[in-house]
């Protein structure tokens, strides 16, 4: 019986080698001199310091471009307010999200459901789901369909059998 598994993964190697990158590029531009803008990585989450709040969001967006380039996805990100920091900085956190939580789950099961393919049934295990059916047909017909709507997380399909 075929299977495939639907995960949401964040490559967290390059999401460090796009803060190097951005980091770099704030260190060297004229228009972050002197603002001592800066962006910490954490475990699953990321830090941006700068002296105001339109530095801060510059330096959101040159770190957008550097994920953009090393195809980290963007739906993995999940920016907090901008927060009042010592001496009228400002600082945001970005959490990492990986995996797929359980409403996730829940709207990809409903999703998969309605489509109303025959003999194909999904199951969420941990932070991922199995999808299995009787033709490989149907599971590449799940896979575009997934593709094609929009759950707001990055998703792979890994583990594809036969």
Do not use: W
């Not at 369909?145 to 759950?151: G, N, R, S, V, Y």
């Amino acid at each position: 019986m075929p299977t495939f598994d639907i995960v949401s993964e964040v490559d967290m190697q390059e999401v460090r080698n796009a803060v190097d990158q951005a980091n770099r590029e704030a260190a060297t531009r004229f228009d972050f001199k002197n603002t001592e803008s800066s962006i910490e990585l954490g475990e699953n989450e990321l830090v941006l310091h700068s002296s105001t709040e339109d530095r801060l969001r510059a330096l959101h967006q040159v770190l957008e471009e550097k994920l953009v380039k090393r195809q980290v996805s963007l739906k993995a990100l999940d920016p907090g307010k901008v927060e009042e920091a010592s001496r009228g900085a400002a600082r945001q956190r970005i959490a990492v999200r990986a995996g797929i939580s359980q409403d996730h789950a829940k709207r990809l099961n409903k999703f998969i459901k309605d489509m109303g393919l025959k003999g194909v049934s999904s199951q969420t295990q941990g932070d991922q789901l199995r999808v299995t059916g009787k033709k490989r047909d149907d599971l590449q017909a799940v896979i575009a369909a997934c593709k094609a709507e929009d759950f707001g997380i990055p998703l792979q399909f890994t583990n594809f059998r036969d």
